[in-house]
């Protein structure tokens, strides 16, 4: 008889997180090894799409408004029914707020197995949030970490190592390797001459450090006129970077796009692609690059170094280090060659090492000794 797994997802927005959960819950589902459910915080968010065409028809939504309130009990009781009237024999959550509801939740269902998850090694939450988090993390009978900077973040917290389980993000290559180059799609300049460095963050947080990425780009329009800076992502943070891209004189090479749902047909026209984060876990937008054959120049951050090689698929520097950023990129930009082994490399790395494919093994192996138990 198949086990039961319900997989607790945040929303269906498109944060990195929700990402990879919807995706490895379709994976799962499509395998088949177990019965796989959803539920959610909040229903709302595009990705609920493709859960819908993956058969997740019905995934039930228990909103809070705060970890201290009625409202918060109310839900965990209601949840802990779901999960003993559909007899679910492991639970994992995804995120900070999955990871203390749905523990909580399944402790009180007596659920077999627990799985929580980490995914960045620190500057997202404050210290009464990791205290929370921590105790949600006692519940659980393993934490996935998606990478060993991650790991050892959580190490350094007091958890124990064996009880961390190292699982990198997964990514389907194929939608990479087959992606549309449409410039008139993002509304970017359709000159041929003009070439493009790309990154992919939200602009809600301050931790993402856009604005190294806009210093940067000053430095590379001075060397090379003919490159312009493509930002994709929303929040809160826009009318400030674009007053600043104003300030540093190159609003016009500066294109704020948006929330993006075509990341492959974004990076098709790239040169080059960045990531300027002050902390990560470990970066979707990173693997994206790769799977892209994009090189990349990233922060030196959570796992970035255990997915850019440096000098064969991009560089790593210092957090903040614009100048340093902006010499690699205009080095690439004046070496086609260059730019398209270090490219190429990446994407042979991400198809042996950051695979769906790979993410779903781990997966599997980790909840089979979990329920072994």
Do not use: W
Request: aromatic residues 8%.
């Amino acid at each position: 008889m198949k086990k039961r797994i319900l997989q607790f997802i945040g929303s269906f927005h498109q944060g990195g997180s929700e990402r990879q959960a919807t995706a490895l819950s379709c994976a799962l589902k499509a395998e088949g090894t177990h019965d796989i459910y959803v539920a959610t915080l909040n229903n709302d968010g595009v990705l609920r799409a493709d859960m819908h065409a993956a058969g997740f028809a019905d995934i039930p939504e228990f909103p809070l408004t705060s970890f201290f309130n009625a409202n918060f009990v109310r839900q965990v009781r209601s949840c802990a029914a779901y999960l003993k009237d559909n007899k679910i024999d492991l639970v994992q959550t995804h995120d900070f707020y999955t990871n203390v509801f749905g523990m909580t939740a399944a402790s009180l269902a007596g659920v077999k197995a627990k799985a929580a998850s980490k995914r960045e090694t620190g500057g997202m939450r404050s210290s009464s949030q990791e205290f929370v988090e921590k105790l949600a993390f006692g519940r659980a009978d393993a934490i996935v970490s998606n990478s060993v900077a991650v790991r050892d973040h959580l190490t350094t917290r007091g958890i124990s190592a064996n009880k961390v389980n190292v699982i990198y993000n997964g990514i389907d290559v194929s939608r990479f390797e087959n992606a549309e180059s449409s410039r008139e799609k993002f509304g970017l300049p359709t000159d041929e001459n003009i070439r493009f460095v790309t990154l992919v963050a939200n602009l809600r947080h301050a931790v993402k450090n856009v604005p190294m990425f806009l210093r940067a780009a000053k430095r590379v329009a001075d060397a090379l006129p003919n490159t312009h800076f493509v930002i994709a992502g929303e929040g809160e943070l826009e009318t400030e970077l674009k007053a600043m891209a104003t300030e540093l004189g190159i609003f016009e090479q500066v294109h704020f796009i948006g929330r993006c749902s075509d990341v492959p047909s974004l990076l098709s026209p790239s040169c080059a692609c960045v990531l300027t984060s002050t902390a990560e876990g470990f970066s979707n937008s990173i693997l994206e690059y790769m799977a892209a054959a994009r090189p990349v120049v990233a922060t030196n951050v959570g796992g970035a170094a255990e997915a850019v090689v440096e000098g064969e698929t991009g560089y790593l520097v210092a957090s903040d280090n614009d100048a340093k950023m902006a010499e690699h990129l205009i080095g690439l930009l004046n070496d086609d060659a260059k730019a398209a082994a270090f490219g190429n490399a990446g994407r042979e790395m991400v198809r042996e090492k950051f695979s769906i494919d790979a993410q779903l093994r781990n997966t599997l192996r980790l909840y089979n000794s979990l329920l072994d138990k």
